[in-house]
């Protein structure tokens, strides 16, 4: 139990759904982070978010919508995915942005988009 | 460009010593992180290392070489709870984290 939790663990949709990942974080942090990981690759980092404003979106196409309404909750909605998008979704706190505190991530959401 | 690198793959015996190795390219450098992953479960952190040297902690040590550009993970006394995947991580200047593609580390009896 690392204190961030996401839900769904898995979600299964197809190319025209709409749905919404969710993450929460119980320690207090300022930073939280989207990353895509997929098989063999680097963890992606998606989007970031300081104090609810967010500060880096990393060229993420706009079928990714993030929404931050505090500090402590971050979503991703989802919307006309495509099936390249299938991946683990991993949310990330950290105290704050600049500095070199470890991050601490949620459990994932698997995401396969049909 | 930045870039770090790790094997993709490991195989070690149970009770042996395995070192996992990390190069780096990056922009600027505050430390570097290794975290383990296991399937289907979120990376946890394992060490952090800014100055050149061994860092010790139980079974598990972390070396850095700042002028190679080169870090190891050292775990001793393999048992089977440690096949997992070993993700190596730089802090750039920017204080972004620039993550390698794992080491998947199978352990067999």
């Known amino acids: 139990e690392t204190g961030v939790t996401q839900t769904p663990r898995h979600l299964v949709m197809g190319m025209t759904n709409k749905k919404s990942l969710k993450c929460e974080q119980h320690?207090?942090?300022?930073?939280m982070y989207w990353y895509k990981q997929s098989a063999k690759k680097p963890l992606e980092l998606m989007f970031v978010y300081n104090f609810k404003e967010q500060t880096e979106n990393n060229s993420v196409p706009s079928r990714f919508s993030p929404e931050c309404p505090n500090s402590s909750h971050l979503f991703l909605h989802l919307h006309t995915l495509q099936p390249e998008d299938s991946a683990l979704y991993l949310c990330a706190s950290k105290t704050g942005l600049a500095d070199t505190d470890t991050q601490y991530f949620g459990p994932g959401t698997r995401l396969t988009v049909l | 460009g930045q870039n770090i690198d790790q094997p993709t793959e490991m195989t070690a015996t149970e009770g042996a010593i395995v070192q996992i190795n990390c190069t780096y390219q990056t922009s600027g450098f505050n430390g570097l992180f290794w975290y383990q992953q296991h399937a289907g479960e979120a990376p946890t952190f394992l060490s952090y290392n800014v100055l050149d040297g061994l860092e010790e902690k139980g079974r598990f040590s972390s070396f850095l070489s700042r002028s190679k550009g080169y870090s190891y993970l050292l775990l001793k006394e393999l048992q089977m709870k440690d096949s997992a995947s070993y993700l190596c991580a730089v802090v750039d200047s920017n204080y972004q984290l620039i993550w390698g593609a794992g080491t998947k580390l199978i352990i067999k009896p």
């Open positions: 320690l207090g942090h300022n930073a």
